[in-house]
């Protein structure tokens, strides 16, 4: 999970900017930590890392966890594949896990470039099908082309054709 899917904002901006909605979110967050203390009490520990709001950083702010905003707020937490999940469950969120076990699913929901290539426009997948050294219709992964000016050539002559060609292709946009 990449850290820029974890937002941390600021109290003083919600503060600043929404202060209705920062009531809300202590109002939730004192309900979630109640339950929380409910459930394991005196682990003052694990009330810290489940909590909504954060305690004061370096710079002495406070922070709203806004993934732990949405775990509480969800009837669902989704990992978007298998072992996104089973990370999500075992180390991240592993708190949440434990406290709302049905809560954590996983639905691949995502589409890869590839895939995504092959249904918008058969045609130009073909021609960088034909390109010697493509690796394409059978990794997941992103297209992967030497960079030669030989096959750049190629390419770009063949693509030209299909971009003149394709008049579905913005449509499908």
């Given at each position: ?5 974890l937002?941390?904002?600021p109290?003083?901006?919600?503060e600043?900017?929404l ?11 004192q309900?979630?930590m109640?339950?929380v203390?409910?459930?394991?009490p ?26 732990h905003?949405?775990?509480?707020g969800s009837?669902?937490?989704n990992?978007v ?7 999500l469950?075992s180390?991240t969120f592993k708190?949440f ?6 809560r954590f699913?996983n639905?691949?929901?995502g589409?890869t470039p590839?895939?995504w ?9 073909d ?6 050294r493509?690796?394409?219709k ?5 297209i ?12 770009n ?6 971009f003149i ?9």
């Amino acid at each position: 999970l990449l850290p820029e899917a974890l937002e941390r904002w600021p109290v003083s901006l919600i503060e600043n900017m929404l202060p209705r909605h920062l009531e809300i979110i202590y109002q939730i967050n004192q309900i979630f930590m109640d339950a929380v203390a409910a459930r394991y009490p005196g682990d003052f520990d694990r009330m810290r890392r489940m909590s909504i709001i954060e305690e004061a950083d370096g710079f002495g702010e406070k922070r709203i966890n806004m993934a732990h905003l949405c775990i509480v707020g969800s009837h669902v937490t989704n990992g978007v594949a298998a072992l996104h999940s089973n990370l999500l469950k075992s180390s991240t969120f592993k708190d949440f896990y434990e406290f709302y076990p049905d809560r954590f699913q996983n639905k691949t929901n995502g589409i890869t470039p590839r895939r995504w290539l092959l249904l918008s426009n058969p045609s130009l997948a073909d021609i960088i099908c034909e390109v010697p050294r493509a690796k394409f219709k059978h990794f997941s992964s992103i297209i992967i082309v030497e960079s030669t000016a030989v096959l750049k050539c190629e390419f770009n002559r063949n693509a030209e054709k299909v971009f003149i060609g394709s008049s579905r292709f913005p449509m499908f946009l």
